[in-house]
Nanobody, 119 residues
Framework: QVRLVESGGGLVQPGESLRLSCAALGSAFSIDTMGWYRQAPGKERELVASIVSSAGTNYADSVKGRFTISRDNAKNTHYLQMNSLKPEDTAVYYC?????????????WGQGTQVTVSS
């Protein structure tokens, strides 16, 4: 059973930085896509950034130029470096991995970590 362990959330002031980490434990298959989603109160969960095994990345327009997603395949871990944080970045951040097992897609989610940007 695959389990995702997140870390790195917290309370910061506008303009500051945070780095989130997500380790995927227990996978016997290679991970195709790693990503980060977020959900603010009263809003739907949205994709923040994703990175595919072939090294392609995708970002929400609202975070382009400020956030960077990266992955360490040897550790089955991915990261989200968040710079120049804004109050509107406040949300619960969830990590996600996509694994294909015998041709079938399986999605796994982390428990969520709170990011609060406030002065």
């Amino acid at each position: 059973q695959v389990r995702l362990v997140e870390s790195g959330g917290g309370l910061v002031q506008p303009g500051e930085s945070l780095r989130l980490s997500c380790a995927a434990l227990g996978s016997a298959f290679s991970i195709d896509t790693m990503g980060w989603y977020r959900q603010a109160p009263g809003k739907e969960r949205e994709l923040v950034a994703s990175i595919v095994s072939s090294a392609g990345t995708n970002y929400a327009d609202s975070v382009k130029g400020r956030f960077t997603i990266s992955r360490d395949n040897a550790k089955n871990t991915h990261y989200l470096q968040m710079n120049s944080l804004k109050p509107e970045d406040t949300a619960v951040y969830y990590c996600n991995v996509v694994i294909y097992m015998y041709g079938r897609r399986r999605d796994y989610w982390g428990q969520g970590t709170q990011v609060t940007v406030s002065s």
